[in-house]
């Protein structure tokens, strides 16, 4: 047997206060134990990230820490969705994060997770999108776009 090697691609950039993150996603299953598919670290931290669960669902995260519940929304196999995270750099208790998706090109609604109360004061400065905790995971992921200014 072997141990599954982490897949991932990264993006380091110019630290910034404000990071807004989406991209595509399509899985031909769900994965058999829940998998990171995107990270944002502040330096060497990491601050959010989304898991997708073997039940299909997303969950929010600040580092290991859940916030609120997971998508209401379970991703089905062969099924297009697009998914965006946000992390905004706080003073000490207002650090946020939001996490959304949807289905195909349907807009965004409302975050399905997300916090005001966050506590870390760094600026967001790499983001990993893709399975880095080993996790055997299959996923196309396209059209990633990151801004400092709105959602893409």
């Known amino acids: 047997t072997s141990t599954p090697t982490p897949a991932y691609l990264q993006e380091d950039f110019t630290a910034t206060d404000n990071l807004y993150v989406s991209f595509y996603l399509r899985v031909p299953a769900r994965p058999a134990n829940a998998t990171e598919i995107i990270q944002i670290f502040n330096g060497s931290t990491q601050v959010g990230d989304i898991l997708l669960t073997s039940g299909g669902k997303l969950r929010l995260r600040n580092n290991t820490t859940q916030i609120g519940s997971d998508s209401t929304l379970a991703l089905a196999a062969n099924t297009l969705y697009r998914i965006g995270i946000v992390q905004k750099r706080g003073t000490g208790a207002n650090a946020e994060l939001h996490a959304f998706v949807a289905i195909g090109d349907e807009l965004f609604g409302a975050p399905f997770a ?10 967001a400065s790499r983001v990993q999108v893709g399975t880095t905790n080993g996790t055997v995971f ?6 990633i776009r990151l801004d400092s200014a709105v959602m893409p």
Do not use: C, E, I, K
Not at 114 to 123: A, D, F, L, R, V
Not at 138 to 143: I, K, Q, S
């Open 114 to 123: 997300s916090t005001t109360t966050g506590t870390w004061t760094s600026q």
């Open 138 to 143: 299959t996923g196309v992921f396209d059209d």
